[in-house]
DNA sequence: CGTCATTTTGATAGCACTCAACGAAGGTGG
DNA sequence: CCACCTTCGTTGAGTGCTATCAAAATGACG
């Protein structure tokens, strides 16, 4: 079905989940590169829109992400779907009691490395600096869960501007930011529907926040007015 | 301002913040009283309000509660605010890199237990079973927060019967369900109106599913249909 | 019993959803 | 290379859910 990219692997590039300053994961990030690679799986290339990890899985697995876009997410009864979270290139994720609460699918064709969760718990439990890197990763995604929450009782225009600039920060502040993901990703992200999605971003486009080049990118032309729409 | 209950201070009671099917926090959970007891502060009485912590505070201490219900929250410049989450009774909060994200208020009066990061960080790297604690601890609030944020995009008929049910078990699955905290904080967390809150229990009483024995105590009287109104 | 805070109910408005159609982009096959 | 098709994104018109504004009812407390 989905028309898979040229397969070849990219090297296994372990950029650290948590912020540089935070004090505890700090020091020895080599420590942390050895013992991960020691109980790695992978990496494993998935192609969009593959299930990576099922909702009611067994959670044997942690997920690092190598390279493309990762959604987690939960259908419901309705047919309606909810994406938690997307994860980029060099983060962790897959934190969970035994079984998984959501998928994990391939937002984008992806490279993902799995690590065995036990071993990873094990070496922790011998290696402080993992024990404490891991809690360090857990206690960030905890942190952007929360402002996820956060985010989702404000209006359209500020789920809109918030995730654009997030996006736009996580990838580096390029000149243009390109949307990996669908429109209908971003919406099942902010609980929007398509049609919202696209009508906020033609109302940022009006106010000169933004400028649409391709569908797909957009360019930051006024981040003062982006910020603006925040809060 | 507000009043005050009567002083007196319970015994410390810790009740697992994790479930208790969970593995790795599991086995010797006197071990991680014996270590919780050596570093604690207070416990501290808060009146109904009082601020425990401040957004923009400095991360030094965790908190466990011991009696009350405190709310996580944050307030935004246009004067809304959010409220992340509820901590109960046996709940450990406070997870957060460097400096709180959110505040942490009384909810009702409450008393607190207050826990030194650093001095839990030391323990942890010591003790294992610390370690895998706090680890299972923050996993499962991140759980949590990912629930809420999934919540917050369904209708408010939804948000409240999930809400209640939740609570109702969280609380014990009493007999009645007596809401410790108030319509407004609900509402702030649940990201609808009180008007609207209201209406929807409103809504619920009318086609049978709890009754209003008072403002504050609601008899659930048909616990499927309150699950029926979730997904 | 009066005052104040809180909750409930009513009327109206607005934001986001739904349904529908059009337009753009990319892939496929003739 | 072009016609066709499919998927995705954009735009428009109308509806519905939830917010807002206003006021009455309830409850707590002195």
Chains 1, 2 share one sequence.
């Not at 650290?16 to 109980?39: C, H, I, M, N, W």
């Not at 980029?88 to 490279?111: I, Q, Y």
């Not at 969760?117 to 960030?140: C, F, G, H, M, Q």
């Not at 209006?155 to 580096?172: I, Y």
Request: proline share 3%; charged share 25%.
């Amino acid at each position: 079905m989905t028309k898979a990219g040229p397969a070849k692997i990219p090297a296994v590039g372990v950029k650290p989940a948590v912020p540089a300053d935070y004090p505890d994961a700090f020091g020895d990030e080599q420590t942390v590169k050895r013992a991960l690679s020691a109980l790695r799986r992978g990496p494993i290339r998935f192609y969009r829109d593959n299930v990576i990890a099922c909702e009611g899985d067994s959670a044997d697995y942690l997920f690092l992400v190598v390279s493309g876009v990762i959604r987690s997410c939960k259908t419901f009864q309705n047919g309606t779907r909810s994406i938690v979270a997307f994860y980029l290139p060099g983060d962790l994720f897959g934190w969970t009691d035994l079984k998984h609460s959501l998928s994990a699918e391939a937002a984008t064709d992806a490279v993902v490395l799995l690590l065995k969760r036990s071993a990873l718990l094990s070496i922790a439990s011998r290696e402080n600096r993992v024990a404490s890197y891991l809690l360090a990763a857990t206690t960030n995604e905890l942190q952007r869960a929360q402002e996820h929450a956060l985010l989702m009782s404000r209006s359209a225009k500020c789920r809109v501007a918030t995730f654009l600039s997030d996006l736009w920060r996580r990838l580096g502040d390029a000149k243009y930011l390109d949307l990996p993901m669908s429109h209908q990703d971003i919406a099942d992200h902010l609980g929007l529907t398509i049609e919202t999605l696209s009508r906020t971003i033609t109302d940022m486009e009006r106010s000169g926040a933004v400028k649409r080049v391709s569908c797909r990118r957009l360019l930051v032309k006024n981040q003062a007015s982006l910020a603006l729409a925040i809060d």
